[in-house]
């Protein structure tokens, strides 16, 4: 694909995401959470494929878990009593409802997180900082060089400090530390001094004689404009209707049983074509480059 | 029209007895490509960087340096920037970015140009360069020539009208230095730039130079074309003459009247054609000793296969060695082929699939990394050798002796009180060399052992190495340079498809080669036989050859592989320490631990929910108690010195008094309007608040370069230490690691490295809801850090520093991420609660408490000792 919602411009993909994942966060809604999880599971399918979904499931099982085990053991609201804690505390319907509930919403959001993982490639977040601040986005570049060649400096500095070490004093857990703190302090070492070269180099090059420019190799096409006015108008819709009241739910006392009228039905509707825009434009953009490669 | 101008320059570095320069004068023309060669120390590099002022090292410095008529110090800094490229010598260290197209853009981006003209021009260098193909690239995934090509291309996309080369092609192999001179010559004779380029392997760039200023002792002694040139150097007695390439070196010394000097193979071979016409040559008889099948090989390495992923190609396949007593192997191949991969498995740093390493047990194996750098772990060489010796069994002035003869051997010995790292690359290379020594090892795996040397250092290394290995030794070598080779080695390989090819002793070797052998041999093939280094060629021309080879103080090398000799009398007594703090230390220890226990559940003592508080209060009390006995029994204690950074302007109270203005509000905010329901809404604002002037103060700043390239370092070790280098799971030093930043560092900087840590891990682990908390979390530990130890107010002892790393993983990144979790899926933040979520993820804290509190004991005296050398070296204190 030529054009998938992948090679999207940078603020088009941030707007996408910062909208998705913050109304599942804040509008913690039944309806609006498993429209969430469907289209951000098909999303992790998509892109990631079966490993990748275990993936997610791995990190997000445990602490779901967690949360739906400790919310009815600590939060007693609620009025459906289904038995009585060791402490006297009463066991509700609602507190174990709302923390299964809670566990969704935290494994929605890391759905989402995965998808945007594989999106924002280091040069679209520094892209994205380089509008707020020039010297930042310069910085996380730098970090990220830096880090790769750290990294292969550590492997030769372990692998060099590995023959020095005596026999016999290998398996000392104490030594062990003391020669970690070692190598680190090699590697720090070898790094530090050798970083005036890095800064000579930015000097050399003009660096901090003028006002800087972020170069950025991203261009806003049409595409993108349409996307961006579309998610806003969504966004837009949604907002309105969460600030009227329309996708209020309440847990407690008693959770609602009425999830469908007029209104919430429109946000539904809304929420779930916001949430599927990648896939209608990556599947679209995949029939129209079948039709132009069977045109080669 | 005249380029540079230098006149009478003369320079000394600050606290030096000898000035680096005296009294240069020199000039460039435009269009010249001028190569400045010298041993290394003979002051081409300093003369280099007097010639663009934000490069000049400090020093004193008198006489002036023109450039286009105009003193270089009068010249705008922007206007140098673009019209004096700058390449340097490390592949690695130059560039700044992650990406290839960032680093192309990154002058330009300097200049304020706009995206469609940066774009238009880094399109351009990419073709020019041919490197289009590899602009999407991260940079670590370009080879070491690759790289050099890069830092060329990003420096000519400024499009400067001289280009200054330090040392550009020493660390690169022969094919990309080759790759990488052509590109210079094209540069210099398709566009006319100026070239001004310091080398001292003469080899590649000697014939395309037009004019040859030879240096030494801070003095220029020849400035000459390179016909010339070859001449002066001969009779001046110049130990340069022998870094001459060989067909200029051995006209020089065979003949010097028939027409100008050759200075590459091509006329090389047409020369010698007609000179040994008539001549009777000398044949010499090769003899080889060949080594007796029957004695049993120090290493064998029998039918090795290799790879380091399952999915990988083979790296060695089915490779056999035998490596015998006191023999040196050089092993020779293209780039990239897995020599270096061979000697980690003789190491025994990697085990094969198939097959085994043979040594035997009592023998010591050590490995020589490519860069010596990475051996060195103390401040002062002395110190790192005695480093090696800590935990032998023997006497301080047996180690001491030791020490001694082992520097003296390599040439070292009035080093010792130098720190590694201020060391030229021969003498950093020659002390490794001795740091090997002291495990009296048995064989030596050494990796490019004269990679970017001069020649001088690369004669002493060959002499240190022909005495090991007449020692009883045994040696083997990775190399790309031939030439060393054939004259060192006892036996050459040709490593290629994962094999050790044609080994055998090095004229079989090299003469049998056609290609890839010596330049002496390639100048000699078909016109004289067997001749492959240099002298073999005056020897059959007739010439008497006075250089020896043997060498090395053998008795001093007896001496230090002799047995340590236990020493009664000098048994070191350590002196009777106060204990009354020690005990009230280790009390409070007790108490603090038992706390811990209690909390944990793990204690059974009289239970009570509400107990715990105590518990807590205990614990902190205790600490408190490490800390006072500390401060009490700080008379034995160093304290760590740091030393203020300086800054223009500091922003920390505008930044704190932002945050205690803006947070009320936000809360306040939150009760009146939201009702005080959307706890994660109000959290996430406050956290931004709370980023957001540090961000903006680092934004608007006068920042040093230097600094922020400090900065980075740190973030980038930080992100490391979190990333790859743990000792046990869990364990790892990135909170310690941000701690001593904020110290060293600074409040401010510390937020913003411990941020910046958390942010560009997440890049390389995964992003979540998690970030902002964790960049907020750790951000507040380094500026707290900074508050606590870079303002002194707390004593900078190992204790107290590891009492603080301790409270803030448990308490603040503890306190704070537990519940994050809570909040983040919107759980009611009760008091209840936010306890369940602390102890539930208490254990985990625990152990980062630990590790962060271990870390710190151990590491945070020798790292900020290093951050402080640093610090000064850059200039950012006073």
Known sequence: MKNGFNTYHPISQFLFFASVISFTMFIMHPIILLISLAAGSLYVVFTGGISGYLNTLRLTLPTSLMIILINPLVSHGGITILSYLPDGNPFTLESVIFGIAAALLMSCTLKWFYAVNGIFTSDRVIYLFGRLSPRTALLISMILRFFSKFKAQLRIVRAAQQTLVREGSKGNMIRRIKNGVKIFSSMLQWAMENSIDTADSMNSRGYGLHKRTSYSVFKIKPSDILFIITVLAFDIYILAAYIYGAAEYSYYPMFDISFFDLYTVGIYTAFLILCFMPFIIDVREAGKWKSIRSGI | ?878
């Not at chain 2, 380029?3 to 003369?10: A, E, G, M, P, Q």
């Not at chain 2, 052509?182 to 310091?198: A, P, Q």
């Not at chain 2, 409040?747 to 891990?761: D, K, Q, R, W």
Request: glycine share 6%; aromatic share 8%.
């Open chain 2, 1 to 878: 029209m005249e380029i540079y101008s230098v006149r009478d320059l003369s320079f000394s570095y600050p606290a030096a007895k000898e000035k680096a320069l005296k009294n240069i004068n020199l000039s460039v023309n435009e269009g010249e490509f001028v190569m400045i060669c010298g041993l290394s120390g003979c002051g081409k590099s300093t003369l280099l960087r007097q010639l663009k002022t934000s490069l000049r090292p400090h020093g004193e410095i008198s006489g002036t340096v023109y450039f286009c008529g105009k003193p270089v110090d009068e010249t705008e800094l922007l206007e140098q920037a673009i019209k004096i490229g700058f390449v340097m010598q490390s592949p690695d260290h130059q560039s700044v970015t992650d990406k290839v197209w960032h680093e192309l853009a990154f002058g330009l981006e300097n200049l304020g140009l706009d995206n469609k003209t940066i774009r238009r021009r880094t399109a351009e260098m990419a073709a020019f360069f041919g490197i289009d193909s590899w602009l999407e690239k991260s940079i670590d995934e370009l080879s070491g020539g690759q790289k050099q090509i890069l830092n060329l291309a990003s420096v000519m996309i400024m499009q400067p009208s001289v280009l200054i080369l330090d040392e550009p092609i020493s660390q690169l192999d022969p094919i990309a230095a080759n790759e990488f001179v052509s590109i210079l010559r094209h540069i210099s004779k398709e566009l006319g730039t100026t070239v001004i380029i310091c080398e001292h392997t003469l080899d590649y760039v000697y014939s395309i130079s037009d004019r040859i200023v030879v240096m030494s002792d801070g003095r220029i002694i020849s400035d000459s074309s390179p016909e010339e040139a070859a001449a002066k150097l001969f009779l001046s007695d110049e130990p340069m003459f022998s870094a001459l390439p060989v067909p200029t070196r051995v006209y020089t010394l065979a003949d010097h009247s028939s027409g100008a000097a050759p200075l590459d193979i091509g006329s090389g071979r047409k020369w010698l054609r007609s000179f040994v016409r008539d001549k009777e040559l000398h044949r010499r008889n090769y003899a080889i000793s060949e080594h007796d099948k029957t004695e049993k090989p120090l290493l064998e390495m029998k039918n090795v296969w290799f790879r380091y992923n399952r999915s990988s190609p083979d790296v060695l396949s089915g490779l056999d060695l035998k490596a015998y007593r006191g023999e040196m192997i050089s092993v020779l191949g293209g780039n990239g082929a897995g020599k270096t991969t061979l000697l980690h498995i003789a190491a025994g740093i990697y085990k094969p699939y198939i097959g085994k390493t043979v040594i035997d047990q009592n023998l010591k194996t050590v490995l020589l990394p490519q860069n010596p750098q990475a051996l060195f772990v103390k401040d002062s060489l002395h110190d790192d050798l005695y480093d090696i010796l800590s935990d032998l069994q023997a006497p301080v002035r047996e180690r001491e002796r030791m020490i001694k003869n082992v520097s003296k051997l390599c040439g070292i010995d009035g080093l010792l009180d130098r720190h590694p790292y201020d060391l030229s690359g021969g003498e950093q290379q020659k002390a490794a060399i001795a740091k090997l020594l002291l495990t009296k090892p048995d064989i030596l795996l050494l990796d490019e052992p004269v990679k970017g040397l001069d020649i001088k250092s690369k004669t002493e290394i060959g002499t240190i190495l022909k005495a090991l290995a007449a020692n009883g030794a045994c040696i083997i070598m990775v190399s790309h340079d031939m030439d060393f080779c054939a004259e060192y080695a006892d036996r050459c390989a040709l490593f290629f498809g994962g094999e050790l090819n044609g080994i055998s002793n090095p004229h079989t070797f090299f003469s049998e080669n056609v290609f890839y052998t010596t330049a002496a041999r390639r100048m000699s093939k078909d016109i004289l036989e067997e001749a492959v280094t240099a002298d073999d060629i005056l020897y059959a021309l007739g010439m008497s050859i006075s250089k020896k080879n043997q060498g090395g103080d053998t008795e001093l090398l007896k001496k230090i592989y002799a047995p340590a000799q236990p020493d009664e009398k000098d048994k070191k007594k350590d002196k009777k320490p106060g204990y009354i703090f020690p005990f009230m230390k280790a009390v409070s220890f007790a108490v603090f631990l038992l706390s811990v226990l209690h909390v944990l559940n793990i204690l059974p003592l009289p239970d009570g929910g509400e107990h715990k508080i105590i518990t807590y209060i205990l614990m902190l009390l205790s600490a408190a108690g490490i800390i006072i006995s500390d401060l009490a029994d700080r008379k034995k204690q160093k304290n760590i010195r740091i030393a203020k950074i300086k800054h223009s302007h500091t922003h920390t109270l505008l930044s704190l008094s932002s945050i205690l203005i803006t947070i009320p509000i936000t809360i306040f905010i939150g009760i009146y309007f939201l009702k005080d329901a959307k706890y994660l809404f109000i959290s996430l604002l406050i956290m931004l608040e709370c980023m957001l002037p540090f961000f903006a103060v680092f934004e608007k700043r006068r920042i040093r370069t230097r600094e922020l390239v400090l900065i980075a370092v740190m973030c980038a070790l930080c992100v490391l230490s979190r990333a790859a280098f743990y000792m046990f799971p869990q364990f790892k030093p990135m909170t310690a690691l941000v701690i001593i930043s904020g110290a060293a560092l600074g409040a401010e900087s510390g937020f913003l490295i411990g941020s910046m840590t958390m942010l560009v891990s997440n890049i390389i682990f995964a992003q979540g809801p998690w970030t902002p908390w964790q960049m907020f979390t750790m951000g507040i530990i380094g500026f707290l850090s900074g508050m606590i130890f870079g303002r002194g107010i707390a004593p900078r002892s190992r204790l107290s520093f590891s009492v603080f790393g301790f409270l803030s993983a448990v308490m603040i990144y503890g306190g704070i991420m537990d519940p994050a979790a809570m909040i983040m899926s919107h759980i009611e933040p009760t008091a209840e609660n936010i306890a369940a979520y602390y102890i539930a993820g208490f254990p985990m804290d625990l152990v980062h408490g630990i590790s962060t509190a271990v870390f710190l004991y151990i590491g945070a005296d020798p790292i900020i000792k290093k951050l402080e050398r640093v610090k000064l070296k850059y200039g950012l204190i006073q």
